[in-house]
């Protein structure tokens, strides 16, 4: 048996020394693959637009190829908050899909400061052979509404830019853009024929035989009313307390990123015609929590907001949130929400003794973008080793807080990831050791403080302190 | 045998001087924590908050002190408010709460215990009233003993007066002020009992921090000299009252002076001067007394008559340099607020302003009977137990009740000092009463009535004798205070001081059954203030929840059905900010409009931008939403609040004109027709008239009332409904119902369809709510 598994490391070596080379050799030469057929569709309906990608590749040349490049121009790779590819394994009914990993990379010859993906595929490509690879990749901050600014009674119109052709350093075969609007109103597209649009989609292609780097700029103006919810800055505070809780504390920064709102704002008007006035605003936001929440608070600074509903069932809890004043484009709202859970939910000891919090990154809030999201994982006192293990690349640092009676100080894992979306929300480890020792510390102090001040009210009482006799 | 006897007393006695200390440290630790905790309705029933206005200014002092320390703090220059003038608040600021609750933060933070600002703001005030009865509990034991201290320390506990000044949350200035208060009175009584000079400076210390926590310390330094005074014409001049008195004058004034908002004041206006006066005349009693006691008699005659001669010639021409000085100035050197206080009627001719603060009117006879409920009944009893017998210490009490019941009469929030002296007389005469009833049970008891002559040691009556001590003891205690005619009998043998006590009180003793009945009808009433309470609590809930929206006056006829304290602490409870009412359903409505309206200034205006509001607004707009407001609750310049009284009360044009030369970009207008909230600004409106009117004299009141009416429907004057008040309020009203129904005013508005020229709106606030704050902005900025 241990032989095996030495054979198989071995062999996983080599493969991966192979790989290695051939990322290098593959780097140089791009017309190794051509893509057979690409589908892209594009979805506008939120102000997260998301792009799934559907590539057929092969490998054209004898050299087997490993790896697939995607390549994003400068603009959109700004505002890339997510690449994800998948690879369709099995015919059709026994079909499943394995992760691939995305590492972004560098090409020599890249024009006009082209950004570039590498996919990694599972099985190098040999002459001849196929693959089909899906992938999905999220723009944040990519709608520009125009006219930028509106009264109350507009509704929004926001210009996408993209091409219609998707930029690859392949000889595309052929290719088909979709793209879904949230609404039937689309004010103007450019149109590269042949191009259609049918309700609410708006078909580019299919296109057949372009050669690599073919762009060919399409700009759409179309009507999204969505809530553009960011959070300009998130701040979660995960406490860990070995006594059974954890207590979650979130900062919000929230703003409407859409069209600025211009002038008068009427009550009257907003409240009596609900789907005339004010219909970019939003009102309320959903945030979905862990179950089996508790002790559940939405404040700002100057005190309780009243307006929240908390749903909550052995699946998850749903707490919807009002801020104070429904948000127009521009405007700008702060907010805390605290909440404790159960600690063995979430805590768990890994077989080499350490113990581990497993809980999900990104923000609790639906649909919404996180500028800059900074999770602060606050260990117990006395906790030593941390290290946190995060599916994607995030900046690390370490922290001391004091808190209730500490006299060490708590270490603080700081998490901090900048455009971060819903997909972001998987979980994380942090993983650290704690001895239970030291869950005792601070009630022997606060014990041992109450006996010293008794046995002091004992000898005042007890010896006559008095210079007079 | 008398020697074992006597040991065993005594050992007995300590024990139960043991037992009887803690007892009482136990009931006191209780009483803390009732007086703390029945605060907390506020935060249980609505939520961690700062409540009404002024403790907003406080909470932001707070903010700013425990941010940039101390010294920025006296030099704090504050040009978020009044602007253009801008206001010094360290110079005009009491230190004292702010200071208090910066220290308990600091503290609690070095311990690393990481309470907010605000937590703590919110909690000084329970905390300080658990402070304040303990204080009572010390102050009414120097005056008549243990007994009376708790009982004094109960009621104080609860008197809904006190807690309507210091539930948790209202982070004012009388929050720590009243324990101040009574701290000082119990140090200078403890002076006067004591005549320790350690006590004495602990006085000036403890007058100090009351300086520093309120301006109503001119109410002790008033008050004891006068008490001095008292003293001194009965003959009851001694060197006690030397100590108690003279350190506190130089020391204290001293450490007034310190504070900046005082400063030379604490020498130069006449609310001090009576201190100085009763000084300068304890030091001729003191050197009178001891000029008498170094000569003999008739050599002391003929030194009367030579000092009198010449002194009155020197005091003729002191008074007459002092009234010169005093009639030179023009309030004659008395601050506004004193003189209301000493002519009732002076600020509603002469200053609109104090006039227009509701605390500052004289209170209704209802609120008395609200605000202390039954107590009322038990203070004349607690007076004429002061008198038997009359010490220093009950004298003074008696003076505090006096003082305190006219300055409470003249202004409705002297409440609050008169509440104290209330507790401590009614203290007093429940203790009393409870004496005179137990005494008279236990000597008249069968098997026990012989038992104190013949010295019997059974075990049962063992019990009964200890008793019987224990009430000699107390009596000892009492007498061994103050007064001349008891210092004498202090030298008599114990044995026979208790023997005439017992005799005399035999002669005090009541009918067994009726005083058997009259404990029970005390004990009943004490369980019926507490027990009606719990049962009224949840029929009033829903009660107080349907009126919430009606004025305290309202509440005054539900007050007098129900003494209870707990309800009482319902009805003050409430935040002010925020209020609540339950929907048909059963669903808890919130209005939460002032706190949206701030929040939407704090986050969608520019930093800058200055907004203009009724001055009832500006502590909480620059607290709340933190930005530069033109007038606020601070009133210290008029013209500046007739100016925006002015502009309120003026054409749409004029208006703006004054606006556009204060820089404001948004006017805060609370109004209240839309869902019946009856403290908004229409209902203001009249005084931003007669203040406006009071500087610019264009702005007369009659044009504003149709037949000496305030009318704001179809007969309402033209002046009326072209007003920018009456604009910002009412415009696009009508679109709401289509009739434009005023639910506060009770009628259809005069006019309906209008718009505005100069300019318009940019926010109001939620739903049907009471309240839409609506910031309006010009529209060529």
Not at chain 2, 484 to 504: D, F, G, H, Q, T
Request: one cysteine or more.
């Amino acid at each position: 048996m241990a032989r095996s598994i030495s054979m198989e490391a071995a062999g996983l070596t080599l493969a991966f020394l192979i790989l290695t080379f051939l990322t290098i050799s593959a780097a140089s030469s791009t017309n190794q693959i051509q893509i057979l057929n690409a589908e892209r569709r594009i979805d506008l309906s939120s102000h997260i637009v998301k792009v799934f990608l559907t590539l057929k590749v092969e490998n054209v040349m004898t050299a087997p190829a490993s790896e697939i490049v995607l390549a994003f121009p400068p603009a959109q790779a700004d505002h890339l908050a997510l690449v994800k590819a998948q690879a369709a394994i099995g015919k059709k009914k026994k079909k499943s899909y394995v992760h691939l990993d995305v590492n972004p990379t560098e090409l020599p010859d890249a024009p006009n400061g082209t950004k570039y993906f590498s996919i990694s595929l599972l099985n190098p490509l040999s002459l001849g052979e196929t693959a089909t690879l899906e992938v999905l990749y999220i723009l944040t901050h990519s709608l520009k509404p125009f006219p930028a600014e509106i009264s109350q009674s507009e509704s929004q119109l926001v210009y996408f830019r993209d091409s219609a052709l998707i930029l690859s350093p392949y000889h595309v075969k052929q290719q088909t853009t979709f793209l879904k609007t949230p609404s039937t109103k689309v004010e103007s597209f450019t149109r590269v024929e042949p191009t259609k649009f049918a309700g609410r989609e708006l078909k580019y292609g299919p296109y057949e035989d372009r050669p690599p780097y073919s762009f060919s700029p399409v700009t759409v103006h179309l009507e999204n009313n969505s809530p553009f919810a960011v959070v300009e800055e998130l701040l979660r505070e995960v406490e860990i307390s070995h006594w059974g809780n954890i207590q979650i504390t979130e900062h919000y920064k929230l703003v409407h990123a859409g069209a600025r709102h211009k002038g008068v704002f009427s009550r009257v008007e907003y409240q009596s015609r609900p789907s005339f006035s004010g219909t970019s605003s939003f009102k309320h936001l959903l945030a979905s929590l862990p179950p089996r929440v508790h002790s559940v608070y939405y404040r700002d600074d100057i005190g309780n907001i009243s307006s929240s509903h908390l749903r909550s069932d052995y699946r998850k809890s749903e707490l919807e949130i009002e801020p104070r004043y429904p948000l127009f484009g521009g405007w700008k709202a702060t907010f805390v929400i605290g909440y404790g859970l159960p600690l063995e939910d979430f805590l768990f000891e890994s077989p080499d003794g350490k113990r581990y919090l497993n809980f999900s990154f990104g923000c609790p809030l639906a649909e919404t973008v996180v500028d800059k999201l900074t999770i602060k994982v606050v260990l117990p006192e006395g906790s030593k080793d941390p290290s946190a293990a995060v599916p994607f690349p995030v900046e690390q640092r370490l922290e001391t807080k004091y808190s209730y009676l500490d006299v060490v100080g708590r270490t603080v894992l700081v998490l901090e990831k900048k455009n971060v979306v819903p997909e972001h929300i998987t979980p994380f480890q942090v993983y650290y050791t704690f001895k239970p020792i030291f869950m005792l510390a601070e009630p022997l102090m606060l014990a041992s403080v109450f006996f010293l001040f008794f046995v002091a009210c004992l000898a005042y009482l007890h010896n006559d302190l008095s210079i007079r006799k | 045998m008398a020697d074992g006897e006597s040991s065993r007393e005594a050992t007995a006695r300590t024990l139960r001087n043991a037992f009887g200390n803690v007892f009482s440290f136990f009931i006191l630790l209780l009483i803390g924590i009732l007086a703390f905790s029945i605060r907390l309705f506020s935060v249980i029933k609505y939520e961690s908050v700062i409540h009404e206005f002024d403790p907003y200014f406080n909470y932001r002092v707070t903010q700013f002190l425990t941010k940039n320390g101390i010294y920025d703090f006296w030099n704090w220059f504050d040009d978020r408010t009044w602007y253009p003038l801008g206001r010094v608040i360290g110079g005009t600021v009491y230190p004292g709460l702010t200071l208090t609750a910066g220290t308990l933060w600091w503290l609690l933070n070095s311990l690393n215990i990481p309470l907010s600002v605000e937590t703590v703001c919110v909690f000084t005030a329970p905390i300080f009233s658990a402070f304040a009865s303990w204080a009572t509990y010390l102050l009414t034991k120097e005056v008549k003993g243990t007994g009376a201290g708790l009982t004094a320390a109960v009621l104080l506990a609860m008197v809904p007066s006190y807690i309507s000044r210091s539930v948790a949350g209202s982070y004012d200035n009388e929050a720590v002020a009243i324990f101040a208060l009574i701290f000082t009175f119990y140090l200078y009584i403890k002076t006067l009992n004591t005549g320790s000079l350690f006590y004495a400076t602990l006085n000036a210390l403890a007058y100090f921090y009351m300086v520093c926590s309120w301006g109503g310390y001119t109410f002790i330094i008033n008050l004891i000299p006068m008490h001095v005074l008292l003293c001194i014409v009965t003959g009851r001049y001694s060197s006690r009252l030397y100590i108690a008195y003279a350190p506190l004058v130089v020391l204290g004034t001293l450490l007034a002076a310190l504070v900046p908002v005082v400063g030379f004041n604490a020498v130069m206006t006449s609310e001090h001067f009576a201190s100085f006066l009763v000084f300068i005349i304890i030091h001729v009693v003191a050197l009178v007394y001891h000029v008498k006691g170094n000569l003999s008699p008739r050599m002391f005659k003929v030194a009367v008559t030579l000092v009198v001669s010449v002194g009155l010639v020197v005091c003729c021409a002191m008074i007459a340099v002092l009234i010169a000085l005093v009639a030179s100035s023009p309030t004659k050197g008395w601050s506004g607020r004193s003189l209301s206080l000493l002519d009732p009627t002076y600020a509603s001719k002469y200053i609109p302003i104090i006039a227009s603060v509701s605390e500052h009117q004289p209170p209704t006879w209802p609120s008395y009977f609200m605000d202390i409920n039954v107590l009322a009944f038990l203070v004349p009893a607690g007076i004429i137990a002061c008198f038997l017998p009359l010490s220093d210490a009950s004298s003074f009490v008696v003076l505090y009740i006096v003082t305190a019941v006219y300055f409470s009469g003249v202004m409705v929030r002297l409440m609050l000092v008169f509440a104290p002296a209330a507790c401590i007389m009614s203290g007093i005469a429940l203790s009393e009463a409870f004496n005179v009833l137990t005494r008279s049970i236990k000597f008249q008891l069968p098997g026990s009535s012989g038992i104190s002559q013949s010295g019997d040691t059974s075990m049962n009556t063992e019990g009964e004798q200890n008793d019987i001590a224990k009430t000699e003891k107390m009596d000892e205690t009492a007498k061994e205070r103050p007064s001349k005619k008891n210092k004498r009998k202090e030298k008599e043998p114990v044995v026979k001081a208790s023997i005439r006590s017992r005799i005399e009180r035999r002669l005090l003793v009541l009918p067994l059954e009726a005083s058997v009945i009259a404990i029970i009808l005390l004990v009943l009433l004490g369980a019926f203030y507490v027990k009606v309470a719990c049962k009224v609590d949840a029929a009033l809930n829903v009660h107080a929840l349907l009126t919430s929206t009606l004025e305290k006056s309202s509440r005054v006829g539900r007050w007098k059905l129900v003494h209870c304290v707990w309800a009482a602490a319902e009805a003050y409870s409430a935040p002010s900010i925020v209020l609540t009412t339950y929907s048909r359903e059963g669903g808890l409505h919130v209005f939460d409009d002032f706190r949206e309206a701030y929040a939407w200034l704090s986050h969608n205006t520019e930093v800058d931008d200055k907004v203009a509001s009724w001055w009832d607004y500006g502590y909480q707009t620059t607290a709340m939403a933190n930005r530069t407001v033109i007038v606020d609750n601070n009133t210290w310049n008029n013209t500046h609040i007739a100016t925006v009284g002015t502009a309120m009360s003026s054409p749409e044009k004029a208006a703006w004109e004054i606006f556009n030369s204060l820089d404001v970009k948004y006017v805060l207008v609370v109004f209240g027709g839309l869902v019946g909230y009856p403290s908004d600004d229409i209902n203001k409106f009249l005084w931003m008239v007669r203040i406006g009117g009071g500087v610019f004299p264009h702005i007369k009141e009659p044009d504003y009332l149709r037949d000496g009416q305030y009318r704001i429907d179809s007969q309402a004057t033209p002046t009326m409904l072209n007003c920018l008040m009456y604009k910002l309020s009412y415009y696009r009203f009508v679109e709401t119902d289509g009739k434009a129904f005023d639910r506060v005013r009770q009628t259809e508005i005069g006019k309906k369809y209008f718009k505005l020229t100069h300019f318009e709106e940019k926010a109001s606030s939620t739903s049907s709510p009471k309240r839409s704050g609506t910031g309006k902005r010009n529209p060529w900025h």
